[in-house]
């Protein structure tokens, strides 16, 4: 069992949930999902204003940003073809750390390079929320902010390493995060370097 600290009620940190070796393999397997589903740069909904993130999805599903709204979809927004299936290790890494009896049908990948951020949001475009939201955070460290379920409430900080896991969940299933930003140089995974965040999801209700 991998340790286990509440940050605040309804987020789980789990801090190196995954081992170097599990982490390469998630790479590796992560390499496969963007030969089938290219990395695309998503945009903001009302300005197209590009993201500086950019995104891929494996599962069932997949989330999507355009100016046509956020969403999620089968299919990858530029090839229409369908996305790749989610690794093993993701689905397994749901089922030992979230309480929660049905699979997620999306998993949403995220490159940052050295100066990508990812501004606070809430996770509101799934119909299940009462399924946590877990994710895995492999490559350089990210400064990840969290707040309440107001946008303007007090926030707090926790730096992300490869190999980490974090769950939302319960009161904090809506709460508003965001990265402030990675720190370059802290991790050798990626060889470019960069941060990757995969976050799993349940999207409909079972
Ligand atoms: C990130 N994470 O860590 C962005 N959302 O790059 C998220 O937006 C996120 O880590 C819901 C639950 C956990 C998360
Ligand atoms: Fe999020």
């Not at 979230?98 to 995220?110: D, G, K, M, R």
């Amino acid at each position: 069992m991998t340790n286990r600290i509440e940050i605040a009620p309804g987020v789980v940190h789990f801090p190196g949930s995954f081992d170097r070796m599990a982490q390469e393999a998630l790479v590796s397997s992560l390499r496969e999902v963007a030969k089938a589903a290219p990395l695309f740069t998503p945009r903001m909904p009302r300005t197209g204003k590009p993201f500086s993130v950019k995104m891929t999805n494996c599962g069932t599903l997949g989330w999507v940003s355009d100016t046509d709204g956020y969403r999620y979809q089968p299919t990858h927004p530029d090839s229409g073809a369908p996305w790749p299936p989610m690794p093993p290790a993701l689905l397994e890494a749901w089922t030992s750390l979230v309480a929660y009896p049905h699979p997620p049908e999306a998993c949403l990948v995220n490159f940052y390079d050295g100066t990508a951020r990812m501004g606070l949001h809430q996770d509101r475009d799934e119909q299940a929320f009462d399924a946590p939201v877990l994710s895995v955070s492999l490559g350089d460290t990210g400064i990840f902010r969290v707040g309440g379920t107001m946008r303007s409430g007090p926030t707090r900080s926790v730096k992300l390493q490869s190999g980490d896991a974090l769950s939302f969940g319960g009161p904090a299933r809506l709460a508003f995060h965001g990265i402030d930003r990675i720190i370059p140089g802290t991790s050798t995974l990626l060889p470019q370097g960069g941060r990757i965040n995969l976050t799993l999801r349940r999207v409909m209700r079972p």
